[in-house]
Structure formats: structure tokens, C-alpha cells
């Protein structure tokens, strides 16, 4: 297969980055200050972190002890969020930050009464900090209350770090079917928080009889940031987990988080220098592989490959990124799910190269995103080689700008190669405010073949509480003309004791963004959503009744205009201890109109078209998912089509202090239908091994009778900085019924690792 990547491949993003270097040339270094010596400066404004310029950097080991550090004013004070949001930290809190020309610098000392009950969770990379005790902090660094770079660690020294866009926000509360709900270890790049991203940084953790501690070292050539500020945004917040207490530097209402950078504080005196840094990132990979179900391949298949990825900082915003005959073999393989509608699930995007800057690229969501990277290199759930390919992101003249080129091979089941250009330009305004468009366009070798997608979209701002979010778009096809427009306005109100939305969408039949997910299309979707918080002083920490309500209005053609699809009246209190652990009871009504007969997949059961319509029981427990022993729950028990179903899922976390974990969950659907009854069984265990937050050995083993295989993937893995290192990767899948026997293994060999070029 031929892989050498077009000259016209890179076009687009070269002759910008070409452009914007020219403009950067006029800009001037800005020398570093020197160290006055003087000894701890004076006490900053309140609301404002000061970081000092030191000649001597620390020894990043987790010991913060260096005389250094104390040239610079702490960070104290501390208040609640979470239990008792505005009174003082039930623990001090102590955080310093200091810079030189290479990075910016922080230690933190997290005293605690009680260090034996300290939690450290697991001892891996991007775990989810809210089940430990943890530091995280978010810069700010154009200090536009929007958008921001997160970088957090727990007593065990894990890099925890990730983006924001948009404040956190997803695009819009969305209640309808077609998503993944399903809490995972690694959530995608989707939405307003990217916790995929990997950033090149360090930090070291420890522990003694009065907390922990960390120190963090942040290399600038990390961070995005513009000439235009002399602060940024800042703030730290610090989880207490055996208090379930989340303490913040710069108070945020109980109803908000660590995402709302309107209520960060402000970080001044950092100076950072005006550099061009650029990286290579080559990986070599080895591998064997065998498919048992291609005739043709009697034996395992020997390849080694080579690739890798290029970038460099064309300003201190914007990043220009090359990739080559790119490869994802160390990628997290995704958890199988139960699927017995009639549309689409969604998977999130985890491949490195897509995942900076991804929240820029984010128009829709809310069951309607417009473009969605996991559409580019798979196909049917096969992966198609990635030829070549840039991306040009980052800020620019006050702008968000996201420029995106990829080509592709042909799949394995034959077909064209493909290439998808997508270009984002937003403008962040004030009080939580933008104003955007996006195209993304699909084309081939094939004359005729392509789609494109058109759109433009805005957010408002009102005060602290209300948000107005809307979009319009249309997709350009072949073959399909009329009713190729989509819009939806999402308004959204939020208080300490009130969560409110309301959602009118119109998605036309022939509206079709081939490179977005979108599980359903030609309809009007209607939504309504109030909660209201009560919390109690005794045993409940929070009580949290409320109501929905969603429907799918049809508006196809040779359907009743308005005919009901989907629609669910859901019903339910939430009831949270202060532990964490929750009990959510609820009944759901819910309708289900077929305008045509529908195969339920995997079961070979057709339900004749009708509406039907019924109640369902709904129940959720979760115990305290830092224990030891962890368990999760839900029960649907009720209608179903025409019949009923029994849902039951469950899942079952042992960890054994900070190196080991095990998960073993099952999900059980038992459904009488008068066209004939069957069953749907998931299962899975993971289990992982942690030497140390850089070397991991992990497994996930999955049963699935709806789709007739169990499979196994092994990854044992050993990082250097960014995601890079050593990884070692085998694959099993094993037919269970129908295509019993073996269908595929595999092993692959992977290294690969940054360079710093300048």
C-alpha cells in the first residue's frame, strides 16, 4: 500500500501556519526577570496568585523543601464547595508557584488530621480523581473565562490532566436515546472537558504524618498562550474524599465547578517567553496478525511499520500538528455495550492525534454533533489505514481557529480512499458568550462522492445562571435535495437549589453529516428538564427530586406529520449520603411509535409496526466508589415495546491499595415479547496492575451473546512523557455461538517517543 502523503495534503494548514509565523516575527522576546533576592514578597491582592521568578528550579520529587519555594507568597485560605459551600476548609491547604524561562512551577502542601484515612486511588494515569483525595488546578492562560488546561494529581503521583472548552459545557443537556451514559475510566474528547489530552509535564507526589504533598513542573512549550494579557486565569481546588469535601483558592458557588473560569482568580507575574518549540514524535511497530475468518489468510501475518507525528508552535497559541501513516495500536479498546433500539451508540474519540485542541472542533452535541472525529479511519467498527494528515489549532487575532486535513486508505472491505477538511472559527465574547461556524466536508477518488456540512452556532450569557445555546446547519449530498436543515435552541437555567432546561430541535430527513453522529434523523425533538437540591442537616447530604420530559415528533415523508417516535416521562429522586454513596428511584413512561417493522439486533425477534406504550420501574445504587469494595447497580424493570423487559446491570470494583484494581460487571436484559422471547447477556472483567503511575499491565475480557463473541485485550505499557513509551498489545476474539472458534488474534510492539527539536 502506497504511503507516501500528497503535497496538497498539508495545504490548507501550511499556508496559514506560513501566514501567522510572518505576523509572529515582529513580536519580541520577552526577557526573563532576574531574581531580586529580597527575600518572600508582599502579600498579593486577594483573588491573586503571585508567581515569583526563581534562578534555581526545584528538584521535582514530591518533597517540596527547597529554600526556593519560600521566596514565593502562599495560597491559603481555602473554602468549601462541597459539603458546606462558603465556610472555611475543614484542612489547610498551602500552594506556591514559581517560573523561570522553561516552565511554571507549583508545590502544594495538603496538611491533613488524619493521614492514615488519606485515599490514594489508583496508581495510573487520567484516574478519576473524584474516587482520591486530589489537587487540580486550571490555567486560564488567555484569560477569556472559557477555555483552559487542567493538570491535577492524587497522593499516589499520577498525571491527571485534560482541556477546557466553553466552560465544560457538552453543547446541551440532552435526555433522549443514542448516547452513552455509561460512567468510564477514560471519558472522550467530546463535550467541554477533553480528559484524553495528554500534555508533556511532570509531578511527584508524597506522604507523612501531617498530608501530602506534590510538586508539579509545567513546561511552557505545554501551554497555549497569547501576548495580549499580563494574568491569567487561575484557580485550585482540593478533594478531601473520606469527607467527600471539595475545597476551592477561589470560591465557586455550590451549583458550579472548577470548569466556570469566570470565578477563577487571576495569576499574575508569570512572564512567559516568546518561543517556537517543535517536536517529532516517531513511533516503529511490529506486529502479527492472524483473521480466521478471511479464508485466503492460513497463518499469522508478520508487518512492521514506522510513522509517527510532528508538531510545532507557530505562535505561543497556535500549534501546528503533522501526522504520517499514523497508528493507534496503544489506544484503550472500547467497552462493548447493549444495544437493542433502533439506532446508533456512541463510542468516544481516544486516539492521541484527534485529541488536542477537540474541544474547538465541538459543534452540536447534545445528540446532534455535527462533526465527530471517529467517523475519520473506521469503518464498521474496523479501523482504515490514516495515510496522512494536519491540523492547525489554537488562538489567533482573538479567535479560536481549528484547521483539519486527513486522508485516508481504502477499508479492508474495499472501497475508495477518502480525504475530510474541516475548518472551526469561534469568537469567545464576554460573560460566558461565543459565536462560531464550522464546514467540514467528505470527499474521495470518486467523482461524485462526497459530504459536506455547513453551519453556524452562538452561545449567550445571561448573568450567572441562564445560558442560551443554539445552531443552524445544513449538509450538502449527492442524491439527497429538501430537507437538508437542522437548528436547535437550548436554554438553560441554573441556581444553588434549581436546574432548569428546555430544548426545540428540527433535524430535516435528508440532513445527513456524515463525518457527526447523528442516531436519528427527520424529526422535531422537544425537551424539558427541572431538578430542585434539598439538603437536609441530618443523614442525607442531598435529596434531589425532578422531572423530564422528551419526544421525536416525526416529519418524514409517508409518515403522519407529528407521529410519536420516542417519547419518556421520567420521574425520579436522587438520594445522596455523604459518603457518595446514591439510591436514585424513579418510574419512567415511556412510548415507542415503529412506522415500520423493526428487527431487534442480534435476536432475529420482529416487532410489527404500532405505538406502544407503558410503564417502567427505574432504580440506581452506587456504594462509596473510593472504598476498598465498590458497587454499582440499575434496575429497568417494566414495558418494552410490545412486551416486557427485566434490565439488570451491575458492576463490582475491588482495589488492593494503590497498585492493583479489579472490575467485574455484568448486564442481564430478560424480554417476553409476544414475537417471541430472548435474552441479551453482557459481561466483562478489568483488571489492572500498576508498578508505578508510568508502568501499567491492563486487561479487559468481554462476553457478549447479542453479538455472538467474547474477546480479551492485554496492554502492558510503560510511558515517558505525553502518552509516549513502550506498549505491548495482544488482541483475542472468540465466536460463541453461531461463528464459534476463533476469529481473530493479534500482538503488536510499539515504541515511540517525543524529541524535542528547538
Not at 416487532?607 to 447497580?633: I, K, M
Not at 414475537?675 to 489492572?688: E, I, P, S, Y
Not at 498489545?729 to 500482538?747: A, L
Amino acid at each position: 500500500m502506497n504511503r507516501e502523503p500528497s503535497p496538497a495534503l498539508f495545504r490548507v494548514p501550511l499556508l496559514a501556519a506560513v501566514a501567522l509565523s510572518a505576523s509572529a516575527t515582529s513580536i519580541q522576546a520577552q526577557d526573563a526577570p532576574p531574581s531580586n533576592g529580597a527575600g518572600p514578597p508582599a502579600e498579593p491582592e486577594p483573588g491573586t496568585a503571585v508567581a515569583v521568578w526563581t534562578s534555581t528550579p526545584p528538584v521535582i520529587d514530591g518533597v517540596p523543601g527547597e529554600a526556593a519555594w519560600q521566596e514565593a507568597p502562599p495560597l491559603s485560605d481555602f473554602v468549601q464547595r462541597e459539603p458546606d459551600d462558603g465556610q472555611p476548609a475543614s484542612e489547610p491547604t498551602e500552594l506556591r508557584i514559581l517560573f523561570d524561562q522553561d516552565a511554571v512551577y507549583v508545590a502544594v502542601w495538603a496538611y491533613d488530621s488524619q493521614p492514615g484515612a488519606i485515599v490514594s486511588g489508583e496508581s495510573i494515569r487520567d484516574f478519576e480523581v473524584t474516587d482520591a483525595d486530589a489537587v487540580l488546578m486550571v490555567f486560564d492562560t488567555f484569560n477569556d473565562q472559557q477555555n483552559g488546561f487542567v493538570f491535577g494529581t492524587t497522593p499516589a503521583g499520577i498525571e491527571y490532566d485534560g482541556q477546557v472548552a466553553a466552560q465544560g459545557s457538552g453543547g446541551g443537556f440532552f435526555l433522549g436515546g443514542g448516547g452513552n451514559t455509561r460512567r468510564r475510566f477514560q471519558a472522550g474528547a467530546g463535550g467541554g472537558f477533553n480528559k484524553n489530552w495528554d500534555g508533556s509535564w511532570t509531578v511527584a507526589a508524597s506522604q507523612d504524618d501531617q498530608g501530602w504533598y506534590a510538586e508539579f513542573r509545567i513546561p511552557f512549550s505545554t501551554l497555549r498562550y497569547g501576548s495580549e494579557t499580563d494574568a491569567w486565569g487561575f484557580n485550585v481546588s482540593r478533594r478531601i474524599r473520606r469527607l467527600n469535601e471539595e475545597d476551592f483558592w477561589s470560591a465557586v458557588p455550590r451549583e458550579f465547578g472548577l470548569y466556570r473560569l469566570d470565578f477563577a482568580g487571576q495569576l499574575a507575574g508569570v512572564t512567559p517567553p516568546f518561543r517556537r518549540a517543535a517536536t517529532i514524535t516517531p513511533y516503529v511497530l511490529g506486529s502479527t496478525v492472524r483473521d480466521y475468518q478471511n479464508d485466503a489468510q492460513t497463518s499469522f501475518e508478520r508487518d512492521a511499520e514506522f510513522g509517527g507525528e510532528a508538531k510545532l508552535q507557530v505562535t505561543q497559541g497556535l500549534t501546528l500538528d503533522v501526522t504520517a501513516n499514523t497508528d493507534f495500536a496503544q489506544v484503550e479498546v472500547d467497552d462493548q455495550q447493549v444495544n437493542l433500539t433502533r439506532f446508533s451508540l456512541l463510542f468516544p474519540e481516544k486516539r492521541p492525534f484527534f485529541l488536542e485542541n477537540a474541544g474547538f472542533f465541538t459543534v452540536g452535541a447534545g445528540g446532534a454533533d455535527l462533526f465527530f472525529s471517529r467517523r475519520i479511519g473506521i469503518s464498521d467498527g474496523e479501523p482504515v489505514p490514516i495515510k496522512a494528515g494536519g491540523r492547525l489549532s489554537g488562538r489567533a487575532a482573538g479567535l479560536n481557529l481549528g484547521l483539519l486535513h486527513i486522508r485516508t486508505g481504502a477499508p479492508s472491505g474495499g472501497g475508495p480512499e477518502s480525504h475530510y477538511s474541516v475548518a472551526r472559527l469561534a469568537k469567545e465574547l464576554p460573560n460566558r458568550s461565543r459565536v462560531g461556524g464550522i464546514f467540514v466536508d467528505r470527499g474521495s477518488d470518486v467523482d461524485g462522492d462526497y459530504n459536506r456540512t455547513y453551519a453556524v452556532d452562538g452561545r449567550l450569557g445571561i448573568g450567572d445562571q441562564f445560558t442560551l445555546t443554539s445552531f443552524v446547519a445544513r449538509t450538502d449530498t449527492p442524491g439527497l435535495d429538501g430537507a437538508d436543515l437542522a437548528w436547535d435552541a437550548t436554554a438553560g437555567w441554573v441556581s444553588r437549589n434549581w436546574r432548569a432546561n428546555a430544548t426545540v430541535r428540527g433535524i430535516g430527513e435528508n440532513f445527513n453529516p456524515e463525518v457527526g453522529f447523528l442516531p436519528r434523523r427527520g424529526h422535531r425533538y422537544y425537551q424539558l428538564f427541572g431538578m430542585w437540591y434539598s439538603r437536609p442537616k441530618r443523614f442525607f447530604r442531598e435529596i434531589r427530586p425532578h422531572v423530564s420530559y422528551f419526544t421525536y415528533r416525526t416529519e418524514r415523508n409517508g409518515v403522519a406529520r407529528g407521529f410519536n417516535e420516542s417519547s419518556r416521562w421520567h420521574i425520579d429522586s436522587h438520594w445522596e449520603w455523604h459518603s457518595g454513596m446514591e439510591l436514585h428511584s424513579g418510574a419512567n413512561y415511556v412510548t415507542e411509535g415503529l412506522y415500520e417493522p423493526f428487527e431487534i439486533p442480534g435476536t432475529g425477534v420482529v416487532v410489527p409496526a404500532d405505538t406502544y406504550a407503558g410503564w417502567e420501574s427505574q432504580v440506581v445504587f452506587f456504594t462509596d466508589r473510593s472504598r476498598t469494595l465498590s458497587f454499582n447497580s440499575r434496575f429497568n424493570w417494566g414495558r418494552f415495546l410490545s412486551g416486557n423487559r427485566k434490565s439488570t446491570s451491575a458492576d463490582v470494583t475491588i482495589r488492593r491499595g494503590e497498585r492493583s484494581s479489579a472490575t467485574f460487571r455484568v448486564a442481564y436484559n430478560d424480554v417476553r415479547l409476544p414475537q417471541g422471547d430472548f435474552t441479551a447477556t453482557l459481561a466483562g472483567v478489568n483488571l489492572g496492575y500498576f508498578f508505578t503511575p508510568r508502568i501499567y499491565l491492563q486487561s479487559l475480557v468481554q462476553y457478549s451473546d447479542q453479538v455472538d463473541q467474547w474477546s480479551a485485550n492485554v496492554r502492558f505499557g510503560w510511558l515517558t512523557t505525553a502518552g509516549t513509551g513502550l506498549f505491548v498489545v495482544y488482541n483475542d476474539v472468540q465466536g460463541i455461538g453461531d461463528m464459534s472458534g476463533p476469529v481473530g488474534r493479534s500482538v503488536f510492539v510499539k515504541f515511540t517517543r517525543q524529541i524535542a527539536l528547538f
